[in-house]
């Protein structure tokens, strides 16, 4: 897993992520260098990381978790959106996802957030989602690692969504080791029994989340998740002792109609936007403006 030539320290344990037996490292010579960093050599390395994990044990196993999830998902077009005349010769009757990926971290410098990237676009490629379909943010991102991720193929997003983006068609979530409250705020932008279906997420699993939190405070502070695990299908993906600081306690989490139809209508009546009043150790970097409003998305 290492470069040649680098040297090496310990990394620390990144945001929102489970208990790790055995830190994965980082090379000193590249974190927090102010040199510009070379896009072609960064590309490659994240391809040949792509290369590295396509020939992994576990990866067969997470394609066809994310194939079961896909097949869960409502991928058909609304009646409205259809051809009178029937499907297109290439094949219309059905969606194409996209994809968003939030909370990735500085790639360039840290191995685990490089895997994590390689594992998307293998997910990508897997899922039949064009890159240029896959949205993508950090604020920890450089210039250079937003050059990268475009010489890529993937979308960069400008702006801090906090989250909160609508899915307005099937929609796989990209989340790896991000913070509870990321994950609140999709829930509750999403909160209806028209969008939840849509999702997938790819990130912390909701139940080692539950297992990791004071129950009271979950319940206070993150009330959409509390409410999630009960009607969510959460399946933990595996993950190979060497990697566990990339993919620990990684879930696949859908959101079957029929379970979320089991809870009271009263469940969806004008969701209450998430404020974190009693959260002075935030797990997400906030927008200096913020605009409590539910409608829309942000490309």
């Known amino acids: 897993m290492s470069d040649t030539g680098e040297q090496w320290q310990v990394a620390r344990r990144r945001k929102g992520a489970a208990r790790k037996s055995k830190p ?35 990866w067969p196993q997470w394609k066809e978790q994310l194939l079961v999830a896909l097949g869960s998902v409502e991928l058909s077009k609304p009646q409205e959106d259809r051809d009178p005349e029937g499907p297109t010769e290439d094949g219309q009757l059905f969606q194409h996802l996209d994809c ?26 897997a899922g ?10 950090d604020p920890a991102f450089s210039s250079g690692e937003r050059d990268v991720l475009m010489q890529l193929g993937l979308t960069v997003l400008t702006e801090n969504e ?20 990321l994950y609140n705020n999709l829930l509750w932008k999403n909160w209806s029994t028209q969008c939840l279906p849509r999702m997938i997420i790819i990130g912390n699993s ?31 993906l595996p993950c190979p002792s060497r990697l566990i ?23 969806w009546a004008e969701p209450p936007e998430p404020q974190y009043q009693h959260c002075p150790d935030l797990e997400i970097i906030q927008r200096e403006t913020h605009v409590g409003e539910r409608g829309g998305t942000i490309n």
């Open 100 to 125: 968003v990926c939030y909370g990735l971290g500085s790639f360039s410098s840290c191995v685990s957030a490089r895997f994590q990237l390689a594992m998307l676009l293998l997910l990508l490629d």
């Open 206 to 236: 909701f139940n080692g989340i539950l297992d990791r939190t004071i129950e009271r405070e979950f319940k206070r502070d993150y009330i959409y998740i509390t409410q999630a695990v009960s009607v969510c299908k959460d399946r933990l």
């Open 128 to 137: 039949q989602i064009p890159l240029k379909d896959c949205f993508i943010y």
């Open 162 to 181: 906090e989250g909160k983006r609508l899915a307005t068609k099937p929609t796989l979530f990209y989340l790896m080791h991000c913070g509870k409250a």
């Open 245 to 267: 600081d990339v993919f620990s306690d990684t879930a696949v989490i859908t959101f079957p109609t029929s379970s979320l139809n089991r809870l009271p209508q009263s469940t």
């Open 24 to 58: 994965l490292q980082v090379s000193s010579n590249s974190r927090c260098c102010q040199e510009p960093l070379d896009i072609g050599k960064t590309v490659k390395r994240i391809r040949d990381t792509v290369s590295e994990l396509r020939c992994e044990e576990f």
